[in-house]
Structures are given as C-alpha cells and as structure tokens.
C-alpha cells in the first residue's frame, strides 16, 4: 500500500496544502505528527506532536517548531547561536509504517531571520543542486545503492553458502532474505522510488560481533534516479526503515565499510545522470558519450580524492579500498570495469526492447522515450554523510560543466589505467583530512569555513 499522504489524497505531491494535511487527519483520526530531519549522524531525527485539537495541528503544521541547533549540529553551530526552526514540508507527508495513527514529515531547517539556514545538509544540497540548474541548465539525477549487513543467528543449519557467494542469492540460502524483502516493501510504499532488492557478495558464517558469534548477511537496495535532493533524503528515509525493521525482527545492522578482512565491504556507490528539459544527455546521438559526460567524468576524478572525506569518513573505510576487491584505489574511469572509480555500466542504448531477442513469438514492440545511461562512482561507503557528500559532488560536477573545454579535454587521460601515473586515493582518514584541507577553496561555495572544520574534526576522531 503506497503509504504517501499524496497517493492516498490523490493528488500530485507538490500540490499538497495544509487543509489536505488537515483534513486527512480528521478523517482517519490522526494523533501524531512526526517531524522528521538528517542530523550529521546521517540518522532521521524526529519530534513527535500529539494532535489535541484542530486548532493546534493548524499552527503547527504552519508555523513549524523551534530547535536546538547546537544540539543537531554540533561543532557548526555555537551554542549562542542555538535556535532554529524546522518547518514541515507537505510533499514529503507519509504514513509512519511502525507507529499507528501517525504521519510522518520530513522538515527543512529556518534560522533566526525565518530564512533558510545555509549550513543544514539538506540545504547545502539543495542550493549546491540548484546552481547547476540555474547556471548551466542542467538537471544533475542519481540514485543510492544502499548496501548492509543483518547480523543475527542463524534460523537453521542446512543450506549454507561458502563466503563472499551471497550476490542475487535466493532462500533457501539467506536466511535473512524475508527481512530485507520487507525494509524494500516498506521504503517503496513511502518513496515509490525503489529499483530493486537483492542478496550482496558478503556472506560471513561466523561472525565475532559484540562478544558473540553470529550469521552476517549483506544485502542490497537500489533506488531509481531522482534529483539528488530526493535521492538523499530517499537514503535517509531507507536507513531508518533498515534499522526499525531489523530491531524488529531482533537483527543487529551495520553500514559499517568493513566487518571483517576477506570478506566483501559495504559501499554506497552513486549512479549520477546529466538531464536537459527531462531528456538523459549523457551520450550524443552517435552512442559515444557526450562533452558534457565527460567533462562531469573529468571533474569528479580530479575532485575524488578530496571527496573521501565526504563519502569514506571511517579508518575501515581504508580497510575496504583494497585492491583486487571490486573497490577502487586509482583515479580513472572506465566502461564496465567494476575496479574503476567511476565506471560507464551498460545503459540500454536501442530503446529497452530486448524481451523481443528472447520471446520471439512476441507482436508488442517496445520503444523506451528515455534513455538510462549513468555513470557510478564507486569510492564512497556506509560511512559517507551523504548530503555533504552529494553537495560535494554537485561542487565537482558545477566545475566541470563550467569550463568543458578543458575538463572533456582531459577525459581520456583519465580513461586508462596506469598504477604508476594515476592519482590514487588516500590511506587514511588522516591523508583524507589533509587533502580536503588543502582543497577547501574548491569547496568554499559549498561549504563555509565552520562545515569544513567539522568535516576535519570528523576525519581526525575516526575509529
């Protein structure tokens, strides 16, 4: 059951008013509003208002409420500079799918002036987004493969795979299966944005978790693509639906980069897509990829290894950075190649109609009007904080498209792989620190100061 307050008003999303929100309260007698918001934790943080009276839900749901900011946002906001107020979105209305009689809503951040506050996550993005639109013209989509561990004890012994053979397993052999099946269900009836579920590489037998030995599966959800604003706020949404529904079944859950050596990491890769007037632009007419695509891919490997400390924010990140592991270590991008940084995956070229090769009884042609080519960069993991890392790509990308001449100019350069030229990305969070020090100019319209010594602070008391 699609869970949005739009899909059961039946009307567009963003066409959502008050009086909507108002009414469906009355009707289904409501007793919650649940004020949702990313905090630097990547975690939803939430403030729950009871509905006593009309009245009231009429105030709240205009006027929002006020915040400790130094509390959310600590090491950026000064404890004298405290109050903010988180105001309600009505688009983003669901139903809480763990709470009856509750409905969700995720907040944007106001500051004392009742202006946006640039330096929330969701903002940053937001405008780091808005500018490619508005200056270059182009519309940056991605889309998050979220990948996990469920941790628990095993339900029975027969049907055990051997490690590292968990990729698209089925049950009997994942023993977890049901449980992912559900985070998936869930996070589709509250999004309508999710690509698919599956099995991951990483199967651990015995696992030395918490003093104890357990079963660690890994699984994987991908999203379709979005506007990067709704791609991140989609993998805020599917964290917090992965950790309820895991406490529920009484699993444990980890996002962590490297559970244990030999055994896969959990990465957060990112298929990012360049649009114009709705249309993917990322290959020219005759198949090859586009200036701007290359530009883009220019831009993001000179930017990668400043952006670890964005998207590899844990010392086990390094520990998954490996080579010979399907994760990268060198800056290069590359069709297919599973080891590059960025790599160009197959991107159904001749219009989606390839049941006709298989069913060759089939009379029902099939003409895609888009096209799906993307580019997936590969670097970051369970750690990233994903606004400011997708804030930070959006940095990468606006400098690619502004000056295309010279960063599609350096795209093959970047296509090949030679260990002993390419940049490599760094060891540690430490090296990480320094990079992103070192490279705070390209950051400064994205980040102000106070953010990226937080992002430091962050780097240099990893674990």
């Known amino acids: 059951m699609n869970l949005t307050l739009a899909f059961q008003l039946g009307k567009p999303a963003a066409e959502l008013q008050r009086s909507d929100i108002i009414a469906y309260i009355q ?69 809480n799918p763990f709470l009856d009689k509750t409905v969700n809503i995720v907040c944007s951040f106001l500051n004392r002036h009742e202006q946006e506050a640039d330096f929330t996550p969701q903002n940053l993005l937001k405008n780091a987004w808005q500018r490619i639109v508005d200056e270059q013209g182009l519309e940056l989509w991605g889309l998050g493969e979220l990948e996990f ?23 009997p052999f994942l023993k977890f299966r049901n449980v992912n099946l559900e985070i998936g269900r869930i996070l589709s009836d509250i999004t309508a944005n999710v690509k698919y579920v599956h099995g991951e590489v990483g199967y651990i037998r015995d696992l030395q978790w918490h003093g104890k030995t357990c079963h660690a599966e890994q699984y994987e959800i991908e999203f379709l693509p979005a506007p990067l604003p709704v791609a991140a706020l989609n993998l805020s949404i599917a964290r917090w639906v992965a950790e309820n529904v895991a406490a529920a079944h009484e699993l444990q859950i980890s996002f962590q980069p490297k559970l244990q050596k030999g055994h896969a990491g959990t990465g957060l890769h990112f298929h990012l897509e360049l649009l114009r007037g709705g249309n993917n632009i990322m290959r020219g007419e005759d198949g090859e990829l586009s200036r701007e695509a290359k530009a883009m891919l220019s831009a993001l490997c000179e930017y990668a290894p400043s952006l670890t400390a964005l998207g590899n924010r844990s010392e086990s990140s390094y520990r998954r950075l490996v080579p010979n592991h399907e994760s990268p270590t060198t800056v290069y991008w590359n069709e297919l190649d599973r080891n590059a ?14 049941a006709s090769v298989i069913n060759l009884n089939n ?48 795209a093959a350069y970047y296509n090949r792989r030679q260990q002993d030229t390419a940049l490599k990305l760094p060891a540690s969070c430490s090296e990480s620190a320094l990079l992103f020090r070192s490279s705070r100019e390209k950051y400064a319209d994205v980040f102000n100061d106070r953010i990226v010594d937080h992002i430091i602070q962050v780097l240099s008391e990893a674990k």
């Open 27 to 95: 009707q289904h007698g409501i007793q919650y509003l649940c004020f949702q918001y990313p905090d630097l934790e990547n975690r939803l943080r939430e403030v729950m208002i009871p509905v006593n009276s009309i009245e009231y839900a009429h105030r709240v749901l205009a006027a929002g409420e006020r915040v400790d900011g130094s509390s959310i946002f600590k090491g950026i906001i000064p404890s004298g500079e405290s109050d903010l107020y988180i105001v309600p979105n009505y688009s983003t209305a669901y139903l």
């Open 149 to 171: 561990y469920l941790i628990g004890h095993r339900q029975y012994e027969d049907y055990l795979l051997e490690p590292q053979r968990g990729y698209h397993q089925s049950s």
């Open 341 to 354: 940084l960025i790599r160009i995956p197959l991107g159904w070229r001749n219009g989606e109609d390839l």
């Open 363 to 410: 009379r029902e042609n099939y003409h895609s009007p888009y096209h799906r080519q993307t580019a997936e960069l590969r670097s970051a993991d369970g750690s990233a904080h994903h606004y400011f890392l997708l804030a930070g790509i959006c940095q990468a990308v606006y400098s690619g498209l502004s000056d295309q001449e010279h960063y599609a100019g350096k």
